[in-house]
């Protein structure tokens, strides 16, 4: 063992027993399988920290890998706040950032042009799109959104077209021709997937010998958080980069396992030690993150799923605040409730960025940014809708892309036409034909021939010299302002501000802010020396569109300001904050309908357990009762993952003031402060307007908490007669079991799961249900 130096002492020092044990252990391969919050990731950054300071490791030879960019960041400026000497050589970074890394090092080998760009995954279902057409297959029957994923799932089991036996099953027969022509196009345009990223790099690295000596070589310490969610292809890479010598340190939780939609394997867990020889394990069951309540919370969620490799989190820490559960009428009063109980917290108590607000779906965080937006209160989205996906900016990018890579023919297509320049869908379908039958880019079809476009022939020159005269001008500027003339002379600004309207504003604002963005790509004059084992610096614009493709919303707001965190449950993998807010926990959209209804309800779980141990100090679950979902109005149930919190560490919580509000009006429609009274409307109705109206008059006193009534949780003896499990028949909504009473006297409210309308909450005094 080696003797620790002062300066050594306090690593350690802060580390218990068999987190200490896993840190300083001698270089052997180790999964740490531990819970959430226990400490996997202080661990993996303190061993980086060990290795460098005790083990005098060189940064160069370790390569640290994680899911999300935004815990790649902060995996790199723990272990900078660890040791004293600079870490710029050690690779820290994403598996998608690290495969990139390496292809842009060794472009040629992969098979790649130099500036080879990034097909982001909306892109990716257009050329689908596309492909489908081309082999004149039905796309009623060809959904480019099915066989995207179908494509990328194949890459992610290292599976090339030319792989597939051809055993004379026509459905199979045509998903292999469509991957395969979509193959040829992408490599046509240079455009990498990201599903092509990983994939390439494994290839690259598994075929050829010097590569892979090379990276043998230089990598002797390979450390992965989040393993449960390394897919095949990601597990194999690792195998091929360790080879014989190459020592692994994995850390790891079964029940955070969240991606195998997208191809995950937890066994990858178990077949560790397999393959890497004299594998030990450690297991960490203390918590230091969440409070007790949040801890009894996550227990009993998670004890509800079979099949887990089996652990108890405790903590020595106080029980804390119970978890407040609060019922929203739609999405709005919910994103109005976040936003108010964001407000209290900022008395003095905690900056913005310590609170994140967690969503099931990229989609919600609209209602939210509006909400906060209203509010002046900043925030920035991780994940989910991004920035660099919105339109506008697609369309700035395209032409961006275009300027850096002619035959990128994705860009030409959303280029050529956007603003619109007057060559209409049959001249671009021409063209596309003109490009198959010389097999050559839509780029090298318009320049040379394109006679057979008559009318459009012209508007198509001007185009491409529109290109050209902008390649030309763009070339000795900066970033930035080449952005500022490309939105300027292609007429894109002109074409949004004609829009006119809120959106168009905001369309015309996200265009100033992409100038913007570009800028921190300009070369910089720095006093540091060159680092001979950086990868070469791409010109700006290359890592500019690289950079667009690969990170996720970085627009809101401004770097290193203090704001709100949003993002999808999915995007929070990994991370903590002191509050967190888990909106829409409803059936349907919590768990997910699609995923609940594909027998994915423990993974769905899983992820409510990754929301909830993201909290440090205080939880705020929501739910609404009504939700405009992909348009339609849905009244979904509370999500039954709340019921299978215990009951005692849940309060639910009231809005500041008693109000009404009329069923259907919009937001602005009613205000705040607008006091009592039944003006709700429909009461008697006994149909939606009734649950509205159970929620629509409330007396509480500002803020107040109220223990979720028993009842809710499961009193078995409910008012007027009724019990649970009882039948029931409703004039409307038909048969129906009871689930749940909640409240008292006239307000008692029942929650009855009908047989053909699905489960509702009902006001009991209107909802005249008949005993059966
Ligand atoms: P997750 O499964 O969510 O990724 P994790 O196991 O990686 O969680 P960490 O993020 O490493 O957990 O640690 C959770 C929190 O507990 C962090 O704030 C960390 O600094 C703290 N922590 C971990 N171990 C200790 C310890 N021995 N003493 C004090 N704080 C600790
Ligand atoms: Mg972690």
């Given at each position: 063992?080696?003797?620790?130096?002062?300066?050594l002492?306090?690593?350690v020092a802060?580390l218990?027993?068999?987190?200490?044990?896993?840190?300083?252990?001698?270089p052997?391969?180790?999964?740490?399988l531990?819970?959430?919050?226990s400490?996997?990731?202080r661990v993996?950054?303190h061993r980086v920290?060990?290795?460098i300071a005790?083990?005098?490791?060189?940064p160069m030879?370790?390569?640290a890998?994680?899911?999300?960019n935004?815990?790649?960041?902060?995996?790199?400026?723990?272990?900078e706040q660890l040791?004293?000497?600079?870490?710029?050589?050690?690779?820290?970074?994403?598996?998608h950032?690290?495969a990139?890394r390496?292809?842009?090092?060794?472009?040629?080998e992969?098979g790649l042009p130099?500036?080879?760009?990034?097909?982001d995954?909306d892109?990716?279902?257009r050329l689908?799109?596309?492909?489908?057409?081309?082999?004149?297959?039905?796309?009623?029957?060809?959904p480019?959104?099915?066989?995207a994923?179908?494509?990328?799932?194949q890459?992610?089991?290292a599976?090339?077209p030319q792989h597939f036996?051809?055993?004379?099953d026509?459905t199979q027969?045509?998903?292999v021709r469509?991957y395969s022509a979509?193959?040829?196009?992408c490599?046509?345009q240079?455009?990498?997937?990201f599903?092509?990223?990983?994939l390439?790099?494994?290839?690259?690295?598994?075929d050829h010998?010097?590569?892979?000596?090379?990276?043998?070589r230089r990598?002797?310490?390979?450390?992965?958080d989040?393993?449960?969610d390394?897919?095949?292809?990601?597990?194999d890479?690792?195998r091929?980069?360790?080879g014989r010598?190459g020592?692994?340190?994995?850390?790891?939780?079964?029940?955070?396992?969240?991606?195998?939609w997208?191809g995950a394997?937890?066994?990858?867990?178990?077949r560790?030690?397999q393959?890497?020889?004299?594998?030990e394990?450690?297991r960490?069951?203390?918590?230091?993150?969440?409070t007790g309540?949040?801890?009894a919370?996550?227990n009993?969620l998670?004890a509800?799923n079979a099949?887990r490799?089996?652990?108890e989190?405790w903590?020595?820490?106080?029980?804390g605040?119970?978890i407040q559960?609060y019922?929203?009428?739609?999405?709005?009063?919910e994103?109005d409730?976040?936003?108010?109980r964001?407000k209290?917290?900022?008395d003095?108590r905690?900056?913005l960025?310590e609170?994140?607000?967690?969503?099931?779906?990229?989609?919600q965080s609209r209602?939210?940014?509006?909400a906060l937006?209203?509010a002046?209160l900043?925030?920035r989205i991780y994940g989910g809708?991004r920035?660099?996906?919105r339109q506008?900016i697609k369309?700035a990018?395209?032409?961006?892309?275009?300027l850096?890579?002619r035959h990128?023919?994705?860009?030409f297509?959303?280029a050529?036409?956007?603003?619109p320049r007057?060559i209409?869908?049959?001249?671009?379908?021409k063209?596309?034909?003109?490009?198959?039958d010389?097999?050559v880019s839509l780029?090298?079809?318009?320049?040379q021939g394109?006679?057979?476009?008559?009318?459009?022939?012209?508007a198509l020159?001007q185009?491409?010299g529109?290109?050209?005269?902008?390649?030309?001008?763009?070339?000795?500027?900066a970033?930035?302002?080449a952005t500022e003339?490309v939105?300027e002379?292609?007429g894109l600004?002109?074409h949004?501000?004609?829009?006119?309207g809120?959106?168009a504003e905001?369309?015309l604002?996200?265009?100033d802010?992409?100038i913007?963005?570009?800028?921190?790509f300009e070369?910089?004059v720095?006093?540091e020396?060159p680092?001979?084992?950086?990868?070469?610096?791409?010109?700006?614009?290359?890592?500019f569109?690289?950079?667009?493709?690969l990170?996720a919303?970085?627009?809101?707001?401004?770097?290193?300001?203090?704001?709100?965190q949003?993002?999808?449950?999915?995007?929070?993998?990994?991370?903590e904050?002191p509050?967190v807010?888990?909106v829409?926990m409803e059936?349907?959209?919590f768990?997910h309908?699609?995923?609940?209804?594909e027998?994915n309800?423990?993974?769905?779980r899983?992820l409510?357990y990754?929301g909830i141990t993201?909290?440090r100090?205080q939880?705020?679950m929501?739910y609404?009762e009504?939700?405009?979902m992909h348009?339609?109005e849905?009244?979904?149930?509370?999500?039954?993952?709340?019921?299978e919190?215990?009951p005692?560490v849940?309060?639910e919580t009231?809005?500041?003031a008693?109000l009404?509000?009329p069923?259907f009006?919009?937001?602005?429609a009613y205000?705040?402060?607008?006091?009592?009274?039944?003006?709700?409307?429909?009461w008697d109705r006994?149909d939606v307007?009734?649950r509205r109206?159970?929620?629509?008059a409330?007396?509480e006193?500002?803020?107040?908490?109220?223990?979720?009534s028993p009842?809710?949780?499961?009193?078995?003896?409910g008012?007027?007669g009724?019990?649970?499990?009882?039948s029931?028949r409703?004039?409307?909504?038909g048969e129906g079991?009871?689930l749940?009473?909640?409240g008292d006297?006239e307000r008692t409210?029942i929650e009855?799961?009908?047989k053909n309308a699905g489960?509702?909450?009902?006001?009991?005094?209107?909802?005249r249900?008949?005993?059966l």
């Amino acid at each position: 063992m080696l003797e620790l130096s002062s300066n050594l002492s306090p690593l350690v020092a802060s580390l218990n027993p068999a987190q200490r044990e896993a840190v300083t252990a001698p270089p052997e391969h180790r999964l740490v399988l531990a819970g959430a919050g226990s400490g996997k990731t202080r661990v993996l950054t303190h061993r980086v920290a060990w290795l460098i300071a005790a083990e005098g490791v060189s940064p160069m030879s370790i390569l640290a890998v994680t899911f999300t960019n935004k815990a790649a960041a902060e995996m790199r400026a723990r272990i900078e706040q660890l040791v004293d000497v600079p870490i710029r050589a050690m690779w820290v970074g994403t598996f998608h950032g690290v495969a990139h890394r390496m292809l842009r090092m060794h472009w040629k080998e992969a098979g790649l042009p130099q500036n080879f760009q990034i097909l982001d995954a909306d892109d990716q279902v257009r050329l689908v799109k596309r492909i489908i057409k081309n082999l004149e297959l039905p796309d009623d029957q060809w959904p480019a959104k099915t066989v995207a994923g179908w494509i990328s799932a194949q890459k992610e089991e290292a599976r090339r077209p030319q792989h597939f036996a051809d055993e004379g099953d026509y459905t199979q027969r045509q998903f292999v021709r469509i991957y395969s022509a979509y193959q040829a196009q992408c490599d046509r345009q240079g455009v990498v997937d990201f599903a092509e990223l990983l994939l390439r790099a494994y290839e690259l690295t598994r075929d050829h010998a010097d590569i892979q000596a090379h990276y043998r070589r230089r990598f002797r310490h390979i450390l992965v958080d989040e393993f449960q969610d390394t897919n095949k292809l990601q597990y194999d890479w690792l195998r091929v980069i360790a080879g014989r010598d190459g020592v692994l340190f994995a850390v790891g939780d079964d029940d955070q396992s969240i991606y195998s939609w997208r191809g995950a394997r937890v066994d990858n867990m178990l077949r560790l030690a397999q393959d890497f020889r004299g594998l030990e394990v450690v297991r960490l069951e203390q918590n230091y993150r969440s409070t007790g309540n949040i801890l009894a919370a996550a227990n009993g969620l998670i004890a509800k799923n079979a099949g887990r490799l089996g652990k108890e989190l405790w903590t020595d820490g106080s029980d804390g605040e119970p978890i407040q559960l609060y019922a929203a009428f739609n999405e709005y009063d919910e994103a109005d409730f976040v936003v108010a109980r964001i407000k209290e917290h900022l008395d003095g108590r905690c900056a913005l960025s310590e609170i994140a607000v967690l969503y099931r779906m990229g989609a919600q965080s609209r209602v939210l940014e509006e909400a906060l937006i209203r509010a002046r209160l900043p925030y920035r989205i991780y994940g989910g809708l991004r920035f660099f996906e919105r339109q506008e900016i697609k369309d700035a990018l395209a032409y961006l892309r275009l300027l850096h890579n002619r035959h990128d023919d994705t860009s030409f297509e959303r280029a050529v036409n956007t603003p619109p320049r007057g060559i209409g869908a049959t001249s671009v379908e021409k063209l596309r034909q003109l490009a198959r039958d010389k097999d050559v880019s839509l780029w090298t079809a318009a320049t040379q021939g394109a006679g057979p476009l008559g009318r459009s022939a012209a508007a198509l020159q001007q185009f491409t010299g529109l290109i050209e005269s902008l390649a030309s001008e763009t070339k000795a500027v900066a970033l930035s302002r080449a952005t500022e003339r490309v939105i300027e002379r292609s007429g894109l600004r002109e074409h949004y501000r004609k829009e006119k309207g809120e959106q168009a504003e905001a369309r015309l604002e996200n265009l100033d802010e992409l100038i913007s963005a570009t800028r921190s790509f300009e070369p910089r004059v720095t006093n540091e020396p060159p680092d001979e084992n950086e990868s070469p610096r791409a010109d700006p614009l290359t890592e500019f569109l690289t950079h667009a493709a690969l990170e996720a919303g970085e627009a809101q707001a401004g770097p290193g300001e203090d704001c709100v965190q949003l993002m999808t449950l999915h995007a929070a993998k990994g991370l903590e904050f002191p509050v967190v807010f888990m909106v829409g926990m409803e059936n349907g959209l919590f768990p997910h309908a699609r995923s609940a209804g594909e027998g994915n309800l423990e993974e769905e779980r899983r992820l409510c357990y990754v929301g909830i141990t993201r909290a440090r100090k205080q939880l705020y679950m929501s739910y609404a009762e009504m939700r405009r979902m992909h348009g339609v109005e849905q009244n979904n149930a509370p999500s039954m993952f709340l019921r299978e919190i215990p009951p005692e560490v849940i309060v639910e919580t009231r809005p500041r003031a008693s109000l009404t509000r009329p069923a259907f009006a919009p937001r602005s429609a009613y205000g705040r402060e607008h006091s009592a009274g039944f003006s709700g409307g429909g009461w008697d109705r006994g149909d939606v307007n009734e649950r509205r109206g159970a929620y629509g008059a409330r007396h509480e006193p500002p803020l107040t908490r109220q223990p979720v009534s028993p009842s809710m949780m499961g009193k078995s003896e409910g008012p007027a007669g009724l019990r649970l499990g009882q039948s029931v028949r409703h004039e409307k909504f038909g048969e129906g079991t009871v689930l749940a009473f909640d409240g008292d006297g006239e307000r008692t409210r029942i929650e009855v799961r009908f047989k053909n309308a699905g489960t509702k909450w009902l006001m009991l005094s209107f909802a005249r249900l008949e005993a059966l």
